[in-house]
């Protein structure tokens, strides 16, 4: 079975430019995740989503930061305007609404802005 | 609120030496417990999980057994090999509907030959 897909893996850009990142998860979940991953801060939770709904966002960095999940198939993270102090690796999860599944991860966007 | 604590690293170890890395955890009611893997450049991957108390999770050789008396989930290996080196996250969830995962800081292990 096909794994959480992510796209871009990897995205250079400048500062101020509008980034979009891209999810697909695991066919049949029916909760989505986005995370953010630094060294200094660690894995941090920015938003998830149940049946496509928004259930939390409040780790969500600032309004700069928006997600959607406009179908249960599709969903998107952007930033706009980017700025230096985005650059992270992005990553999506997915996981069943069931107790103890678990959240099977993508493989990350590398997000580098210059 | 619910938190995992993780011991800190990085964990430097020989090949074949015995591995424990300390997990505990807060939380109400009874949580899953997880632990995840991320080997350098992938996403995070599940390892090993335990739904309910007593319960011992395995995978790949490492075990990790569901303790509620002293509220932890440590993770054990016999024999570590380099291939084994990565970050090591352990992770909850409530459940009951609320399937957010609260993660540990992870720890970093090293295998050398």
């Known amino acids: 079975d096909a794994g959480v897909i992510q796209s871009p893996r990897h995205e250079v850009t400048e500062m101020g430019q509008e980034v979009t990142l891209r999810c697909k998860p695991i066919?049949?979940?029916?909760?989505l995740f986005w995370y953010r991953q630094t060294m200094m801060r660690g894995l941090e939770l920015l938003i998830y989503?149940?049946?496509?709904?928004?259930?939390?966002d409040s780790g969500m960095p600032e309004d700069r930061f928006s997600a959607k999940m406009p179908n249960a198939s599709f969903s998107t993270l952007k930033i706009q305007p980017s700025e230096p102090r985005d650059s992270a690796v992005y990553f999506c999860a997915s996981s069943l609404d069931r107790d103890g599944q678990p959240q099977h991860f993508g493989d990350g966007t590398r997000l580098s802005i210059l | 609120g619910d938190s995992v604590t993780q011991m800190e690293g990085p964990v430097t170890l020989s090949e074949e030496a015995f591995l424990t890395i300390n997990c505990t955890y807060t939380a109400t009611g009874y949580p899953s417990l997880f632990w995840y893997v991320q080997y350098p450049g992938e996403g995070l991957q599940l390892l090993l999980k335990a739904t309910k108390a007593d319960d011992k999770g395995s995978n790949k050789g490492f075990e990790a057994t569901y303790r509620k008396e002293t509220t932890s989930f440590h993770l054990e290996k016999g024999s570590v090999q380099v291939s084994d080196s990565a970050v090591y996250f352990c992770?909850?969830?409530?459940?009951?509907?609320?399937?957010?995962?609260?993660f540990g800081a992870g720890t970093r292990l090293a295998v050398h030959p």
């Open positions: 992770a909850l969830t409530r459940g009951g509907g609320y399937n957010k995962l609260i």
């Open positions: 989503f149940n049946n496509n709904v928004p259930i939390d």
């Open positions: 066919s049949g979940h029916d909760y």
